[in-house]
């Protein structure tokens, strides 16, 4: 990076489909400066929406730890910068010499400030410049900022060993050897450099250095629930030969298909040399993909679905004898988005979670665009997202017979989704809202949706059914929350019911927000 110093630059593209892969790589160390760039071709809102978008993923990837700080402010929260393109473009007035001006640069940093500022550590200026004039007054202004904050964040990092110079010098030569494959366990590192460069080097040592290396981009250190410490030798052969190969949207060999279903010699087609088995592994680790166990050869890649034509909805069949229910899965704040990706996530998971029960017969899935059919043991269930991607719904339908068996399948569906944002967006605080079961029976749209407050007001009036104002009836909580199944019901906690001490920690750490900063009129 010219006049500033050694920087390791990851380009995260606003193309929809490398999303999927964005939440390993985006803030996975905290050595980190996060740059959001957004144009100023585009109007005020947008800016402001967009800006909002990558700031709610960014906060979304770091997790709240015990004990919640005051006002729920994280501890090494993500250093960003924001900078404004185009501005020449645009014509914005700059006088000789000088900077561009930008009418709405305060308002649009004190919005994101307000929004952002207990979560992510947001630099002071805004950086509004021609991107193309390497020269100009506004780009040394922005490399003199990056240059103060690698110096803030050097002066906190221990110093690289001599040992660990070392390392990047072989390393080389290490991913010449290994070819088409760039993945090896940490196991193996630590023996590769004990036998190579420093016999009496101890494997915690070595652990450390492979961090350092990982901050500085030299290597990738991979963790997930499947994959546990797998080094990465050349993130690059990563993030272009595979993920850039298989996703790509222009390259002329990339998979054709779509449904987002296709065999293993589809992706040992793209990447010819390397070990498909192995690649495929650390894909289905990063959530990108899910092997179907069943058939074994053929594997699903939700974000590669074309296909929009399926059904989204039950409107067209006959079901009087049926019992609905489901809930709407939100984001708490800032009205934006899910985060980018994470609904294939969830087509992946729902894949993998349908392929562990197909084992057993009577289950199938059925995926398009934005949603996903299930049908388990007589039961159906869509999971869809809505609401231009601000909520995932889950509905289900069964016969009145079977109440308990759409209650498990609801659940089991839910906390599904509850722990992929737990592992994947584990800073993402979402609520859920019950959807209207009578306007579901109905096919009724827009459906009643009953949030936590309204069962909070009834509780709070001796009441056990809310008013669907959109349809002029009352719905009782049990036929809302578990298809009028008395059983579950009764073994249940309701809104009143639930122990502070029983919220998770994201609540808390809100609660906290609303609670800890003194009130401005001394109350």
């Not at 050694?6 to 160390?29: K, L, Q």
């Amino acid at each position: 990076f010219i006049g500033v110093g050694d920087f390791s630059i990851w380009e995260f593209s606003g193309n929809p489909v490398y999303f999927c892969c964005y939440d390993y790589f985006a803030a996975n160390d905290p050595t980190t400066i996060h740059i959001v760039l957004f144009s100023l071709e585009e109007p005020y809102e947008i800016q402001l929406n967009q800006v909002t978008f990558w700031l709610s993923f960014l906060k979304s990837l770091v997790p709240v730890e015990e004990p919640v700080a005051f006002a729920g402010k994280l501890k090494t929260p993500l250093r960003v910068v924001l900078v404004a393109t185009h501005a020449d473009i645009v014509n914005l007035p700059r006088p000789v010499g000088g900077e561009f001006g930008y009418d709405k640069e305060m308002s649009l940093l004190k919005e994101i400030r307000n929004r952002f500022g207990n979560d992510l550590q947001i630099s002071d200026k805004l950086f509004v410049l021609d991107a193309g004039a390497s020269g100009s007054k506004d780009m040394k202004l922005l490399r003199n900022h990056l240059q103060e904050i690698r110096s803030q964040i050097i002066s906190m990092c221990p110093p690289m060993t001599h040992l660990c110079e070392k390392i990047i010098s072989t390393l080389p030569s290490w991913r010449k050897m290994n070819g088409p494959n760039q993945l090896m366990s940490l196991q193996q590192f630590v023996y590769d450099v004990q036998e190579q460069l420093n016999p009496l080097a101890s494997e915690d040592d070595l652990r450390h250095i492979a961090q350092q290396l990982h901050s500085i981009g030299e290597i990738n250190i991979m963790q997930s629930e499947t994959v546990q410490d797998v080094v990465l030798l050349d993130p690059r052969w990563l993030c272009s030969n595979v993920l850039g190969k298989i996703l790509s949207v222009e390259n002329p060999k990339a998979l054709h298909h779509y449904r987002g279903r296709y065999t293993i010699e589809d992706i040992q087609r793209l990447v010819t040399d390397s070990d498909v088995e192995e690649l495929i592994q650390i894909l289905d680790a990063m959530d990108i993909c899910a092997r179907d166990l069943s058939s074994g050869a053929m594997v699903d890649i939700p974000a590669l679905i074309k296909t929009d034509n399926l059904h989204r909805s039950w409107t067209d069949e006959e079901d009087e004898v049926l019992i609905y229910g489901g809930i709407r899965i939100v984001p708490v704040e800032h009205l934006t988005p899910f985060p980018c990706g994470i609904f294939h996530k969830v087509q992946v998971n729902l894949c993998r979670w349908i392929h562990q029960q197909s084992t057993e017969g009577h289950a199938d899935i059925r995926l398009w665009v934005n949603g996903s059919k299930i049908m388990n043991h007589g039961a159906e269930l869509l999971v869809l997202l809505v609401n231009h991607g601000q909520g995932i719904e889950v509905q289900v339908r069964g016969l009145e017979t079977e109440k308990i068996k759409c209650c498990l399948l609801l659940d089991s569906v839910c906390s599904n989704i509850d722990n992929l944002m737990a592992t994947t967006l584990p800073g993402l605080l979402t609520v859920k809202y019950y959807l209207s079961p009578q306007q579901l029976r109905e096919h009724h749209e827009p459906v009643m949706v009953y949030q936590p407050r309204d069962f909070f007001r009834a509780q709070s009036q001796k009441e056990t059914s809310l008013t669907n104002t959109m349809g002029g009836y009352k719905e009782s909580f049990s036929s809302i929350l578990c298809f009028g199944c008395l059983d579950v019901y009764s073994q249940g906690s309701l809104g009143m019911d639930i122990h502070v001490s029983d919220l998770n920690l994201l609540t808390r750490r809100k609660l906290s927000r609303l609670l800890d900063p003194p009130d401005p009129m001394g109350k």
